[in-house]
């Protein structure tokens, strides 16, 4: 009886204490965002707080009902880590309506477009640069970031990305499209196709029978 008095007193606290935890948690991201001039819908969610670190003459946009998982609280499938917004040499970042993600990671130096309905899983990066030039002599010192190759990124709307993916630079995924956990995706994924490994490459077709949800 005494076990489970205490038992029951635990998880009436942790609940208290995640519920006042989350919501202090969303009024620090909205401060961060206002910082950072981003514009962003209704309906916002955010667990954890985000990195974010738009400069000048970048530009950050997020739609409605945006919801993201940050750090070792939430969505607990290891190597967590927060949210990354990072935008400089006139980058820009656009989320769309109804987008979900954890730990994942936007660095943008050119253009990364999210469509409406997309679900990035845990700790996925997404790159439009190549941080630094082939040229050895120009990596002296690291100053190189402005001379690296960059290309947007796309992920239309609907699209599924598995936890632990890289997407880098130039790369569109398509509608529906699915990218299995793990992959590195170097090249346009087609609409309403399933592609993993790395390289990623093309796995089945999504509408195949063979695959179950």
Known sequence: ????????????????????????????????????????????????????????????????AFSMNNGL?????????PCFFIADLGGTIQIGNRVGMSGTALVCHNAITIGDDVTIGGNTVIYDTDFHSLNSGRRVGFQDNHLARTAPVFIQAHAFIGSHAT????????????????????????????????????LRLLDDPSVHE
């Not at 609280?73 to 880590?81: C, F, L, P, S, T």
């Not at 997407?167 to 993993?196: C, D, F, M, Y």
């Open 1 to 64: 009886m005494l076990f489970n008095t205490i038992r029951l007193t635990f998880r009436l606290i942790r609940f208290g204490w995640r519920r006042s935890r989350r919501a202090a948690e969303s009024v620090i991201t909205r401060i961060m965002f206002y910082l950072n001039k981003v514009a962003y819908g209704s309906g916002m969610k955010s667990c954890g707080i985000p990195v974010v670190d738009i400069n000048e003459g970048c530009i950050m946009t997020v739609g409605t």
């Open 73 to 81: 609280n939430h969505n607990r499938i290891g190597r967590q880590q």
């Open 167 to 202: 997407i880098l630079k130039g790369v569109t995924i398509g509608e529906r499209a699915v990218i299995a956990a793990g992959s590195v995706v170097t090249k346009n994924v087609p609409p309403n196709q399933i592609w993993g490994g790395n390289p990623a490459k093309f």
